[in-house]
């Protein structure tokens, strides 16, 4: 009986510690499910918080970036105002330089063409000049002597005292102050061909010389005419003035 029994319970020991053993079957298996479980959570929570860490440097890196951007811009809007300040700056300098370069202009003498005759002349003769023959042009004679009289007295060395002096002996006819006016004719003559004014003075010379009863002078005045001066107009005057003179 004893060697029987001791098979038995060596068996029964056996299917106990068996069933032991499947009775904490599932609680380990739970066990490793939920560190399984641990270690997926905290890999996602370190996973996310790298990403809020990213999202948060990525976001400090935009607000630089647009900090720089807004700098740039006021380096931009600073360098435009200094731009336009300096074009307004050197309009300015440029607008008083032309100010000045036409002041200057007003006293530097330029070449002129008058009559034929090309010369150079200050600004302030060119006034004096074309103001006298502007009364002239205005039939206002009296005043147009008194400017072009004025002007040969102020400039005698001036290149436009030929067609002054033209100019002033026919005021001068007009005012049958025929003696002065034959002087300044003759002055015009005396200037040479060059003058395109000559022939006209040379008739002009005649007709004063008419006006004077001086017909002989008259008849020598025209025929010098005629001889100097063939293809004039004044020379064509001449040939008819010269049928009327006795």
Not at 31 to 60: G, H, N, Y
Not at 74 to 98: C, F, H, T, V
Not at 121 to 132: G, I, M, V, Y
Request: charged share 25%; net charge neutral; hydrophobic share 40%.
């Amino acid at each position: 009986m004893l060697i029987r029994s001791t098979p038995m319970r060596h068996a029964a020991r056996a299917l106990s510690a068996l069933g032991l053993c499947m009775a904490f079957m599932p609680s380990a298996h739970a066990l490793f499910e939920d560190a399984e479980a641990r270690r997926a959570i905290l890999e996602l929570r370190q996973r996310f918080d790298t990403s809020a860490e990213e999202s948060a440097q990525m976001r400090r890196s935009l607000l630089d970036l647009q900090a720089q951007i807004e700098a740039l811009r006021a380096d931009l809007a600073q360098l435009r105002g200094q731009n336009e300040q300096l074009a307004r700056e050197a309009s300015e300098i440029q607008r008083a330089q032309s100010g000045m370069d036409e002041r200057l202009s007003r006293f530097e003498p330029g070449e002129v063409q008058v009559d034929g005759l090309r010369f150079v002349a200050t600004p302030q003769e060119r006034s004096d000049f074309e103001a006298a023959l502007g009364m002239f042009r205005n039939g206002d004679f009296p005043a147009a002597r008194k400017a072009f009289a004025a002007f040969v007295n102020a400039y005698p060395q001036s290149g436009y005292i030929p067609s002054a002096r033209f100019w002033l002996g026919n005021t001068q006819y007009a005012g049958r102050d025929y003696k002065e006016a034959m002087a300044n004719f003759r002055s015009v003559m005396r200037a040479g061909p060059a003058h395109e004014r000559a022939p006209e003075a040379a008739l002009s010379l005649a007709n004063c010389q008419l006006e004077m009863k001086d017909s002989k002078a008259a008849r020598q005045t025209l025929e010098a005419l005629m001889r100097d001066y063939p293809d004039s107009d004044a020379a064509q005057t001449a040939r008819e003035r010269l049928k009327s003179i006795k």
